[in-house]
């Protein structure tokens, strides 16, 4: 049974790869709008490219999947986070990722043209939570590769020699093999990982910056807005470095 199940799992389909959603979304009302006249190829806002029919209904359903699908992946990065990392970080992370796709939600919703002040609101929450979150997470990450798996590693190890104090049998082998796991696994992240999602929040804090400060620059606005979202895409992309088959929060398929 146990064997059957865990070869299920090895062809689940893992939902940190519907990240990409977003983007197939805005990319097929932006072909759309481009193909009725409504916005110039070069380059309108991603929500000028969700007022007309039918891309708004495209933009409305398939970004509200996107906001419960990026909450999902951040479900997935708690329940990963918390193994190792006990402390209140994990849970500062889901608290953020809550609260941004509340906002990306209701900017899907309500189109600018519906209510622009609602749907600005709802992408100012998004933009602004989502980079608390990618910042607080890489903080939990480092945090976790410095005292989490060694940490964990060491409980294990004076379990066993209080059990063995106690004249409970144990194999020197069990804790010959933990002592091996906490030299050569000490890190739960990889670098690759940490330098990517490092790299991915510092631009994209730069670039949420840049779009507060230059507000009314309309030529410019519109790139970094699309930049943002691509940064979001990859930042939950790369936890794919991570969980391999560790953790998987997807659909099975028999």
């Known amino acids: 049974m146990e064997n059957k199940i865990l070869k299920k799992v090895n062809y689940s389909i893992d939902i940190k790869y519907f990240s990409s959603l977003t983007l197939f979304t805005i990319l097929s009302c932006y072909i759309i709008a481009v193909l009725k006249g409504d916005v110039p190829i070069w380059l309108p806002y991603i929500s000028d490219c969700a007022v007309g029919y039918p891309e708004a209904y495209i933009f ?26 006990k402390n209140w970080l994990p849970s500062l992370s889901l608290i953020y990722s809550g ?8 900017l899907a919703v309500v189109n ?19 980079g608390f979150y990618m910042w607080n997470s890489l903080i939990c990450i480092c945090y976790i590769n410095k005292n989490g798996k060694i940490k964990n590693k060491i409980n294990e190890i ?11 049998d144990i194999d020197c082998k069990d804790i010959n093999g933990t002592l091996k796991l906490i ?72």
């Open 112 to 130: 600018e043209k519906e209510n622009d002040d609602l749907h600005l609101f709802g992408a100012v929450i998004f933009f602004a939570m989502q």
């Open 99 to 106: 609260i941004s796709n509340v906002g990306f939600a209701t």
């Open 60 to 85: 409305r359903s398939g970004m509200t999947l996107s906001s419960l699908i990026l909450f999902l992946n951040s479900y997935e990065f708690y329940l990963f986070a918390s193994y190792y990392n």
């Open 183 to 254: 030299k050569n696994n000490s890190k739960i992240f990889s670098n690759k990982s940490i330098i990517c999602k490092s790299l991915i929040t510092i631009l994209y804090s730069a670039d949420v910056i840049y779009l507060v400060i230059n507000e009314q620059d309309e030529k410019n606005s519109a790139i970094y807005e699309w930049l943002a979202v691509i940064f979001i895409t990859i930042f939950n992309f790369s936890f794919i470095l991570d969980y391999g088959k560790k953790l998987l929060l997807g659909v099975l398929l028999d």
């Open 158 to 168: 004076n379990k066993a020699m209080e059990l063995n104090f106690f004249g409970v």
